[in-house]
């Protein structure tokens, strides 16, 4: 995707350079070059995707460890038995939209009402409605919540496809008295209900796909892969451009308005801290350079903590054709919040950790919560090539396992209900005889991890650990902002992928001095 027309080094001077093709960073290259003035270079430290298989949805899972996955792991989870565990994170033109499950869910409106209320101006739910319908095209669904004109067009999984135990489920999960929606993205995001995809004529939809190949052929876009940044140039609090690596040489590129940081909720705080923005203290103990003192930096991180209570089935399980979870749950652990903290996704294979073994033919609940604990990403050295220390802290808070403990009673009247009893179900993880509190949490110690959701780690707001503005700037600097899932203050109830998305799309408006619903100069 390279434009071929550019100088090959892509050092230079442009309006605006974009770390990070992934999920929001598609987004930004897309429509900050709809006006054709604006100059634009993207970075990607991974391939375009060419000759990489992401295109099946069944076989997403196939994608960690690969080339396309930067395959990160965790320190060692106190709370998890000591557990490491793995982090896929998408390292390839559409970053994790490129290799995740494929679940579009925006969240509920609490969750950025939450926001807004915390000091991020314009992000509650009626302000961010805009960007989510910019997004879409779809169709027979309500429009004053889903959109007719946008790039990516979600849907739930055709029922000649569906895997027949999806419907198994909903019937169950209203047997189990929760109330049944018809669209989560719409007027009812709680429930149990048939959930959008990011598939498309059968095969995945990334943010590379949708945005970025359409537009691949602008002389004001310029996409750069294999190309790392490693450094920011930063001079009397302003951001004048970053050093990045391509094909073993370092290269030099320069903004004139701003670098935006779009690398994910690892990378980047990564650069920033690499870049001696960060906590001061932090930065000094490991060998860099302090240039601001910025004590959120690589603070905040949280990830949705995800564990599965899988069953066997005597009935054979038909193979999947989607993405193997077709439909979820969501739901109040407590009748008193003001909106939903719990999410059932129903999986039709058996998904465990890999320390963990379930039969073939079975399929799974997974149980996540929107924690409380939050965690950290920090350097090791000012080394660009050494790799991060990964701590979300599981379990970290006494909140985050009660509503765990919850979720697998949950699961369990669901499995017990009248739809599941033709597949001859039975319990093998945790299994039947675990009931009493203490077995319960030590299957919780065993088998929790991660939902691959992190987000916070540049977190928007206005306290002393906030690092991004609601503009998106960062705090005390110029030329500078970020603008992907290290953004959000709290994870919101469901996969992060819409909602990334979503901060590409009003970033690029917030930037471009635009305003909802208004298009391109």
């Not at 498309?200 to 190309?227: C, D, F, I, K, W």
């Not at 302003?238 to 935006?260: K, L, P, Q």
């Not at 998904?351 to 073994?357: K, R």
Request: hydrophobic residues 40%; proline residues 8%; contains cysteine.
């Amino acid at each position: 995707m390279t434009n071929p027309s550019s100088d090959p080094s892509h050092a230079g001077r442009y309006d605006y350079v974009v770390v990070g093709g992934g999920s929001a960073g598609c987004v930004l290259a897309a429509r900050l070059t709809e006006d054709p003035t604006v100059r634009v270079l993207l970075l990607e430290s991974g391939s375009d995707g060419a000759g990489v298989d992401v295109v099946s949805p069944p076989a997403w899972p196939t994608h960690w460890g690969t080339g396309a996955d930067y395959s990160y792991v965790t320190v060692p989870q106190v709370n998890t038995d000591g557990l490491v565990h793995g982090w896929p994170r998408g390292h390839v033109l559409g970053g994790s939209s490129s290799i995740n499950a494929m679940v579009f869910l925006r969240g509920h409106p609490n969750d950025f009402d939450t926001w807004a209320a915390a000091g991020c101006t314009g992000w509650d739910y009626q302000s961010v409605l805009p960007y989510f319908r910019r997004v879409e095209t779809v169709d027979g669904r309500d429009p004053r919540y889903r959109g007719d004109d946008g790039p990516m067009h979600p849907a739930p999984a055709e029922k000649a496809v569906a895997n027949p135990l999806s419907q198994v489920f909903l019937d169950g999960a209203h047997e189990a008295g929760f109330p049944l929606t018809d669209d989560f993205n719409g007027a009812c995001a709680e429930g149990a209900g048939w959930h959008d995809l990011s598939i498309t004529r059968g095969a995945r939809e990334s943010t590379a796909v949708a945005y970025l190949q359409p537009v691949s052929g602008r002389p004001n876009l310029t996409v750069s892969t294999h190309s790392r940044a490693v450094k920011l140039h930063i001079d009397e609090n302003r951001c004048h451009g970053v050093d990045f690596v391509r094909r073993g040489e370092r290269v030099t590129a320069y903004a004139e308005a701003d670098v935006i940081l779009s690398a994910g909720a690892v990378d980047s705080p990564r650069l920033l801290l690499l870049s001696g923005v960060g906590p001061a203290a932090e930065l000094e103990s490991v060998g860099v350079d302090v240039v601001h003192d910025l004590p959120g930096v690589g603070r905040n991180l949280h990830d949705h903590p995800l564990c599965g209570v899988v069953y066997a089935a005597t009935q054979p399980i038909p193979a999947g054709h989607t993405n193997l979870a077709e439909t979820s749950l969501q739901w109040r652990s407590d009748d008193s919040l003001d909106g939903p903290d719990m999410q059932l996704m129903f999986i039709h294979v058996p998904f465990h950790p890999p320390h963990l073994t379930a039969p073939v033919n079975g399929f799974t609940f997974g149980i996540a919560a929107v924690p409380e604990a939050r965690g950290s990403i920090r350097l090791t050295s000012g080394d660009p090539t050494a790799l991060p220390l990964i701590d979300p802290n599981y379990l970290g808070a006494e909140s985050d396992t009660k509503r765990l403990l919850h979720g697998i009673e949950v699961a369990r009247v669901i499995a017990a209900s009248t739809p599941f009893a033709p597949w001859g179900v039975r319990e093998v993880l945790p299994g039947p005889d675990v009931t009493d509190e203490t077995s319960l949490r030590a299957y919780l110690a065993r088998a929790t991890g991660t939902y691959y959701h992190p987000v916070g780690t540049c977190a928007m707001g206005v306290g002393p650990e906030a690092v991004v503005d609601s503009d998106l700037r960062v705090h005390g600097l110029t030329g500078l902002r970020v603008a992907d899932a290290s953004v959000m203050p709290r994870i919101v109830l469901v996969n992060t992928n819409a909602a990334t998305i979503m901060i590409g799309e009003k970033a690029a408006d917030t930037i471009l001095g635009r305003s909802a619903g208004v298009g391109p100069a």
